[in-house]
């Protein structure tokens, strides 16, 4: 935890490579101080085939998935980091946008919570 999925018109990679954009993100997220580094999870998928308003030419949006707990305050000037710096790596995209979504505590679930061993229901059990 935390997911950063973000998604692309395939022609954003001819202005920057997927590391490129990936790090930016990983960064923001690592300098937001909301989470440990290595929790941190940048996944990018780029699209050949996609369909965009008048004189629209591309995209990029990234999904931020977190656990709940996090202000909205928090939530907002993480989205905002994330834009401000995608846009100045990435000027010319058209639409250029993030959201952050949260994870319930309660109906979550991973590899370590079914660890019969981890009686405290650690998220990192074993890790």
Known sequence: MPHFI???????????TSDEIMDAVFTV???????????????LQPYQYYRLGKNK???????????E???????ADLSIQI????????????????????FEAATYS?????NPENNDRDRHFGL
């Not at 997220?29 to 940048?42: C, Q």
């Not at 030419?57 to 656990?67: R, T």
């Not at 707990?69 to 939530?75: A, F, I």
């Not at 991973?110 to 079914?114: D, E, F, R, S």
Request: glycine share 4%; hydrophobic share 45%.
């Open 6 to 16: 973000i998604e692309c018109s395939q022609d954003v990679l001819w202005q920057r």
């Open 29 to 43: 997220a690592e300098s937001a101080g909301l989470f440990a580094a290595n929790d941190i999870k940048v996944r």
């Open 57 to 67: 030419n591309n995209f990029l949006h990234v999904f931020g998935y977190i656990m």
């Open 69 to 75: 707990g996090r202000s909205t305050e928090q939530k």
């Open 83 to 102: 834009v401000t710096r995608l846009t100045a790596l990435l000027p010319d995209v058209s639409f250029l946008s993030v959201n952050i979504n949260e």
């Open 110 to 114: 991973n590899k370590a919570l079914i």
